[in-house]
């Protein structure tokens, strides 16, 4: 049996005219054509019931189509694509159910347009197709395929943010220079920053940041409920590191000053030299924070303290060379370190970060919780 199948995803007909669906038969299908069309004769839905009735009729005529034809009219409902569907595909069950036959059931399915064609592969799971027919008023031609494709469009939000938000950002140049030119602003001022956000919002896109970004804002707020302390202590490391470039780059200034130009490896160890120790207290800030989120979680192991030690160490390496390599400045109180100084500090770091690893495994043997007997 081949079945002639209108669909009407939103439900036009009932909606409209009052009638229940699904409708079966080909003079119940022309008879709902006829009350749609009285009830509203622009809808585009009386032409795909109509069809749908010449669609069988020339079947029928066809001498070709050595089976049983029937037609029946579908619909879905007002509003979600997902419920609509949900309900063609159930009316198409209850037509299946309906026709009477020994055959093998396909379907040609008539639509007004791409909105009703989202609902073939329901329809296809159910019954085979032959065949999707598109009606179209000739007068316009593709209008509603495109005004349904750029409300698709628009409804994503994805795609939404990528074309109107630099389009926003373009409509904006120019109120933006007529407030600028009020102001006295330079009009190329405006520009450049106008420029500035449209390349920052296109790289931003183009390196697929977003989930970066929104993956990160979840984990802050998610610590923010959970009552996490290494949001305070991050704020206060970044804080110590703040004040560790500042600090370095002062420094810095004042041996440029007292011993005049300095080779790129006398800069690099006086900043390092500088700054060391507040990356250092940076890092012992934050390792104990996630510490101490570790032991109120119940997961704390004794290895973890390594963590604060292993950043003296480093720190205290890294100022053992960055101090060898200084430059000679009296004036500005920077004197580099003797060799002896060096290998001391190499030879501290070293054995503080072997001692750390090895008290805290002897300490994790000796207390780490015994396992539970099956």
């Known amino acids: ?64 189509v ?19 569907n949900r ?33 073939l592969p329901v329809i296809r799971s159910r019954v085979p197709l032959d065949g999707v027919r598109r009606v179209v008023v ?13 409300k698709q469009v628009l409804a994503d939000p994805e795609t939404r943010g990528t ?30 920053v106008v420029s500035a956000l449209l390349g920052l919002y296109t790289l931003f896109r183009g390196l697929g940041l977003e989930e970066t970004v929104d993956t990160a804002a979840e ?20 804080a110590l590191l703040v004040v560790g470039g500042v600090q370095g780059y002062e420094t810095l200034t004042a041996v440029s000053e007292a011993a005049g130009s300095l080779t790129v490896e006398n800069a690099a160890a006086v900043f390092v030299h500088a700054a060391v120790q507040w990356a250092a207290a940076a890092g012992i800030t934050s390792s104990l924070g996630q510490v101490t989120d570790e032991y109120l979680a119940d997961r704390f192991r004794w290895r973890y303290l390594n963590a ?4 003296v160490a480093i720190a205290v390496v890294l100022y053992g060379l960055s101090g060898y390599f200084l430059p000679v400045a009296p ?28 008290t805290f495994a002897v300490a994790e043997s000796w207390f780490a919780p015994e396992a539970e007997p099956a």
């Not at 509003?79 to 609509?84: E, I, K, L, P």
């Not at 000739?138 to 750029?150: G, I």
């Not at 630099?166 to 450049?192: N, R, T």
């Open 1 to 64: 049996m081949l079945l002639v199948l209108p669909v009407d995803l939103d439900d036009d007909l009932g909606r409209k005219t009052g009638l229940s669906t699904p409708v079966i038969g080909r003079e119940e299908v022309e008879a709902a054509a006829v009350a749609l069309a009285t009830a509203d004769p622009e809808d585009s839905d009386v032409n795909v019931l109509f069809q749908a009735v010449h669609a069988h009729e020339e079947l029928l005529a066809d001498d070709a």
């Open 66 to 84: 050595d089976e049983e034809v029937a037609v029946a009219a579908v619909t879905g409902v007002d509003g979600s694509d997902v419920q609509a």
């Open 87 to 119: 309900k063609v595909g159930e009316e198409v069950d209850t037509v299946l159910a309906a026709l009477s036959t020994a055959e093998d059931v396909r379907a040609v399915v008539i639509t007004d347009g791409a909105q009703d064609e989202s609902v």
């Open 138 to 150: 000739r007068q316009a031609q593709d209008l509603e395929s495109m005004y349904y494709t750029m």
């Open 163 to 192: 074309i109107l938000v630099p389009l926003g950002v373009l409509l904006l140049v120019y109120p933006f220079s007529v407030i600028a030119g009020l102001l006295e602003i330079p009009g190329a001022a405006v520009l450049g």
């Open 219 to 238: 984990r802050v707020r998610n610590s923010l409920y959970a009552g996490r302390v290494t949001i305070i202590t991050y704020v206060v490391a970044l």
């Open 308 to 311: 604060p030690f292993y950043v």
């Open 331 to 358: 004036a500005a109180g920077v004197t580099p370190l003797a060799l002896d100084r060096l290998a001391a500090t190499l030879t501290a770091g070293t054995l503080l970060g072997v001692l750390s690893t090895l």
